[in-house]
């Protein structure tokens, strides 16, 4: 088997309401930050108590072995090579469109809902104080009815930020959003997970 290395939670992107209201409070996000697009990889849980390291320059505490997030809900494996994969988009125009998609998950999640979740920090022109400000970093925010049951080991979301979060963006309002970690969480079923089955980032083999 390869060695493989993961990075994740290191797709960051901003995601831009256009709207009329002015920008001069604050620096000009770029005019075409619309889009947001990443593929899944399987959620591990956060080293806490290391007892090796990374390799090469990357080296820095790591925990031995890997934990999954989740324990039902992971991308099928055959003969020792991964079969499962999945994506997740997000567009902004009038709204936030929000597409997620997996394929060839593992059997025991067939019946179970996942849900996304997002860590976010948001800037909005349209503040308590009259003028722009930045939120705190929201960490693994909860998309309302951005969910799905996975079936024949499929999962397809598709919804908008104002439909899982109604109200959340308004018109004439200039909003961006930092995207931080992405996730699918699974909200059914037993034992609990530990975070999300599914994350945006990416593989290097």
Do not use: H, W
Not at 127 to 132: D, H, T, V, W, Y
Request: hydrophobic share 40%.
């Amino acid at each position: 088997m390869s060695k493989r290395a993961v990075f994740t939670g290191m797709v960051v992107g901003v995601v831009t309401l256009f709207a009329t209201a002015s920008f001069a409070q604050r620096p000009l996000p770029p005019k075409k930050a619309n889009k947001y697009q990443a593929t899944m990889i399987n959620g591990v849980v956060a080293c806490t108590a290391a007892n090796t390291t990374l390799p090469g320059v990357l080296s820095s505490p790591a925990c031995d072995p890997v934990v999954p997030n989740d324990t039902v809900c992971q991308f099928s494996e055959k003969n020792g090579k991964l079969k499962g994969k999945g994506k997740v988009q997000a567009k902004a125009k009038d709204d936030v469109a929000i597409k997620a998609k997996l394929v060839k998950v593992t059997e025991a999640c067939n019946g179970q809902t996942l849900c996304a979740v997002a860590s976010v920090t948001v800037t909005s022109d349209n503040c308590a104080s009259s003028g722009s400000c930045t939120g705190e970093k929201s960490v693994d925010l909860p998309l309302g009815v951005a969910c799905c049951t996975v079936e024949k080991q499929k999962c397809k979301i598709k919804t908008t930020v104002n439909s899982a979060l109604p109200g959340a963006l308004v018109a004439g309002n200039a909003t961006e959003i930092i995207v931080g970690e992405v996730g699918l969480l699974r909200t059914t079923g037993s034992p609990s997970p530990a975070g999300p089955a599914f994350r945006a980032g990416l593989l290097f083999e």
